[in-house]
């Protein structure tokens, strides 16, 4: 934990919000762009992000007019939304998806970045998909993205799968890998980072991994039927071979 780290902002405190806009990777224009075109396209009046972070989809949604609401746990992650473009409009709430109820009723709900994952009990990932519903107005729309479970590249025998090694000309270094438990659908996201100096940090993310299908069950639970499923925002097919999904449901 850094000096400035506060227990309730979770696993994306003051340390790890001061990091998360760093320009390239989820931030690039063309991994934002698309999404926002097709949460856009989704949108039929005001629209809710749960988990909004530090408004990196938001922000850009709202720029373009449309009225977005957002609930998330950490501050520190959303004192970051007022000062870029459009986020001074997005109307945030401090709280936990599961179960935080803003006012209104929305034509969209989204979760992206598979921050569903972050929800490690079942339980609490149904009363996710339930609150949705509870903000949606009927025929409303509910989408989520999210990775697919890496499991297919792991040797027989091992648990791990390593996602990113790297190491800059300065020596500072990066490794990334999941562990899995095929058995709870338990998955610990690991980040170690290693400065010039060689001191380093290590966290360890607990993540509950879920199935299409078992989001096709929950959004049942919940009072709405599949609407679209796509490989990515593309809109392309889902596939055998696909590394996440965009999914969205129909309230009614
Ligand atoms: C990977 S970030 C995604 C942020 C943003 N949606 C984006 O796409 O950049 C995950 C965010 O989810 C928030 N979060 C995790 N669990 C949450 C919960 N139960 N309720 C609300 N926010 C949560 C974290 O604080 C963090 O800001």
Redesign the pocket.
Known sequence: MGDRDVPA????PESVAAGYDAPGG?NAPEVVTPAVDVLEELADGPVL??????G??AAPLAARGVPVSG????RA?AARIASKPGGDTVDVTI????STRVAGEFSLVYL????IG??TAQDAQVEVLRNAAAHLRPGGLFLVEVGLPDLRRLPPGQDTVPFAVTLDHEGAGYVGFDQYDGVTQQFTSNHLTVSPDGTGRFRRIPVLYVWPAELDLMARIAGMKPKHRWADWDRSLLTAGSTKHVSVWKKG
Not at 9 to 12: E, K, N, R
Not at 71 to 74: A, K, P, T, W
Not at 112 to 115: D, G, I, M, P, Y
Request: hydrophobic share 45%; with cysteine.
């Open positions: 902002d979770g696993w994306c989820a992000e749960f988990a909004v972070g530090t990196r989809i609930i998330e746990l950490s992650m709280g936990d998806m599961t992206v970045f598979s921050t972050n929800v």
